[in-house]
């Protein structure tokens, strides 16, 4: 938890007190049923909970945002911006419907009011949102093709509506074909060695015409 407060140290009594809680929250209900790996739950602030705040080190969302987290699985990044974000509202999808019941716990647990969640396969959601967060789903060609026409026309953001993506490695082949594209170093911003290779990926998308 202190991992948290160093780099976002103007949180809310509230928001620490659900950054502390979602730890007992995860631990519990991944014996039940096994969303995040072993190895990663005792690391679970850096690897899922600071690896999903990486976003918000490249963008601010401002309040009344909507924001879309595709293949959220166990939550992420969808849970953790939701507690920095209380006045933004984000939808979770996942085609799983046992990953959504840990979601479901946990967002009850700390009593979020502005998550959603849906058991679907994100290409059969039919809505728009500023921004579409992701980490782990898919490689971006496949992934543009699912949100196509998922984007709201009305932008409130220095970056442009589209997807803000959590990416590892080398993304040169991967993105080649998308000159758009911004990568953002997560190591520009974490010190921790678990971040040297993290990246978020910024992709503008045209809203539905
Ligand atoms: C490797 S997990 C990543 C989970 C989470 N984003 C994370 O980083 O911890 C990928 C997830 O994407 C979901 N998924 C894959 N394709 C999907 C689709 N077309 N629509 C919705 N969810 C999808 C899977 O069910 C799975 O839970």
Redesign the pocket.
Same mark, same amino acid.
């Given at each position: 938890m202190d991992l948290i407060l160093k780099y976002f140290p103007d949180l809310t009594p509230d928001q620490i007190e659900k950054f502390k809680k979602l730890e007992t929250l995860y631990q519990d209900w991944n014996l039940k049923i096994n969303v995040v790996s072993r190895k990663d739950i005792d690391e679970l602030y850096l690897r899922?909970v600071l690896h999903s705040l990486g976003i918000a080190k490249v963008i601010s969302f401002k309040d009344g945002s909507n924001i879309l987290d @595709?293949?959220?699985?166990?939550g992420?990044p969808g849970v953790p911006l939701a507690i920095l974000y209380p006045e933004c509202s984000f939808h979770l999808?996942? =085609?799983?419907a046992k990953?959504l019941k840990v979601v479901n716990e946990v967002v009850e647990g700390l009593g979020l009011t502005n998550v959603k969640t849906t058991h =679907?396969? @994100?290409?059969d959601i039919d809505d728009t949102y500023d921004f579409i967060v =992701?980490?782990?789903?898919?490689i971006m060609p496949t992934f543009v093709h699912?949100v196509k026409g998922k984007i709201a026309k009305k932008q409130q953001h220095e970056l442009k509506n589209g997807i803000l993506y959590l990416k590892g490695g080398d993304l040169s082949e991967e993105l080649k074909d998308y000159k758009a594209a911004s990568i953002y170093h997560l190591s520009n911003y974490y010190a921790e060695d678990f971040f040297d290779t993290k990246q978020v990926v910024h992709l503008p998308l045209k809203y539905r015409g």
């Open positions: 899922h @595709v293949g959220t699985g166990g992420f999808v996942d =085609s799983i990953k =679907s396969r @994100v290409e =992701s980490r782990a789903v898919a699912w």
